[in-house]
């Protein structure tokens, strides 16, 4: 991050992606509570997910791995390939080894499930966002 010309610093710039508008809602809501984090944009699946990154420039991408037409494995894989963020967090109902090791294998750098509170989203958020290789998937 960098600092601003007041001395702060620059706030984290988020695209959430989740195939539930309500999940994004929620997710929106309690991010712009955060200190430190902008909701910049949303998605509903992978292809949005890219097309989203390219024109908003994120630093941080919270990606659902479950979507229709494009799933978030294949998203970050875009994403990260074409440096379109600094940082993904892979977020998902499913925590299974195997779902882990594929969100890793696709780039993604912090592995979350959906219901984690909110303090522990937004560190995964900053730690994502901090190096752009941020301990991948603790």
């Known amino acids: ?7 702060r610093m620059a706030k984290i710039r988020v695209l959430i992606v989740d195939d539930k508008q309500q999940v994004r809602r929620d997710l ?3 991010l712009e509570l955060a200190e430190g984090l902008e909701v910049v944009g949303e998605a ?3 292809l ?3 097309w989203q990154a390219e024109k908003l420039n994120p630093d941080v991408v919270l990606m659902d791995l479950k979507m229709r037409d494009m799933d978030g ?4 894989r875009h994403i990260k390939s074409r440096h379109l963020a600094r940082g993904v967090v ?4 499913y925590n299974t080894n195997s779902v882990r090791e594929r969100a ?3 780039g993604a750098d912090v592995f979350i499930e959906k219901g984690t509170d909110i303090p522990s989203l937004i560190e995964a958020i900053r730690k994502a966002a ?4 941020a301990d991948k998937l603790n």
């Open 73 to 76: 494995f294949e998203a970050t």
């Open 48 to 50: 949005e997910a890219v």
């Open 28 to 30: 929106k809501t309690a």
């Open 44 to 46: 509903a699946d992978g």
């Open 90 to 93: 892979a977020l998902t109902i």
């Open 130 to 133: 901090s190096s752009g290789v």
């Open 1 to 7: 991050m960098n600092p601003t010309d007041s001395g």
């Open 104 to 106: 890793a294998k696709a």
